[in-house]
């Protein structure tokens, strides 16, 4: 649906992964991440788009982007502002913030769905509750 959007200004635009689950509606997969990606056609250099470094199709969906971008990984530490996991944590670090521990647990007790999960939930909830030019 978003292909047909002209106004829709997301503050926060979160794309996770891009898989060939709708390509029924597609021409080709090309297609559809071209689709995905106009959730961050209306953002500006104020919005912010949290996305998942570790699906190169989502990374190329966003390289246009004008928002400023909130990493998550379960495979690598973000080096700008995002969510990682490191050990049995999920990490925050907002950009120009301390890089803080948010959730200990036991993650090999859970599945790589959650973890990503989780990790941009907490991205979005302290980026919106710190707001624009807060450190956390």
């Known amino acids: 649906q978003l292909e047909t959007t002209q106004t829709f200004h997301p503050r926060v635009a979160v794309l996770l992964n891009i898989t060939p689950d ?3 509606r597609y ?3 090309d297609e559809y991440a071209a689709a995905k ?3 961050f056609a209306g953002q500006g250099p104020g919005d912010f788009a949290v996305v998942n470094v ?3 199709l989502v990374m ?3 390289a246009s982007a004008q928002s400023r971008k909130l990493g998550i990984s379960t495979e690598h530490r973000i080096d ?3 969510g990682w996991v490191e050990g049995d944590d999920l990490v925050v670090r907002l950009p120009g ?3 803080q521990p948010s959730w200990t647990s036991q993650l090999s ?3 790589g769905s959650w973890v990503t999960s989780t990790l941009w939930i907490i991205s979005l909830a302290r980026n919106c509750r710190s707001g624009p030019g807060a450190a956390s």
């Open 27 to 29: 021409a080709s997969m």
């Open 54 to 56: 570790d699906d190169p």
């Open 109 to 111: 007790a859970g599945n």
């Open 22 to 24: 709708h390509l029924d």
């Open 60 to 62: 190329n969906a966003v």
């Open 37 to 39: 990606a106009r959730i």
């Open 97 to 99: 913030a301390p890089t």
């Open 80 to 82: 700008g502002g995002g």
